[in-house]
């Protein structure tokens, strides 16, 4: 299985009041995570809608991590964070939340 305890998992919400920016956000993101995981540690699901996508006049798309080492998905993160901040992704409006309690 691919989930906990056997897995880390990690979520990234990206908020915006414009759909538009938030899914272009999403997808500079997403590139970046690509890239900084070329040797497949870390499996990538998304960008896709969160489950509650509108909340408090903010669009929210959510992309999930899962990795078979903390190591491996904080590297992964940390290489595609500082990428996606050069390629132009707005960085305020994203959130990263390692092992999840919910992935609302």
């Known amino acids: ?4 305890p056997f897995y880390v998992l990690a ?5 915006h009041r414009d759909h538009t920016e938030a ?11 690509d890239a ?3 040797l497949k540690h870390a499996r990538i699901l998304g960008p896709a809608p969160a489950s ?3 909340l408090k006049n903010e669009f929210r798309v959510q ?3 899962k990795a078979t080492t903390r190591r491996g998905l904080r590297e992964t993160l940390a290489i595609a964070i500082s990428e ?8 305020r409006a994203v ?10």
């Open 84 to 91: 996606a901040e050069e390629n132009g992704c707005d960085m």
């Open 1 to 4: 299985m691919a989930y906990p």
């Open 95 to 104: 959130f990263v939340e390692i092992d999840p309690v919910n992935l609302m």
């Open 11 to 15: 979520s990234v919400m990206i908020k």
């Open 23 to 33: 899914f272009k956000n999403a997808n500079i993101l997403r590139r970046s995570l």
């Open 63 to 65: 992309i999930i991590l």
């Open 52 to 54: 509650i996508a509108r």
């Open 36 to 38: 900084a995981n070329p």
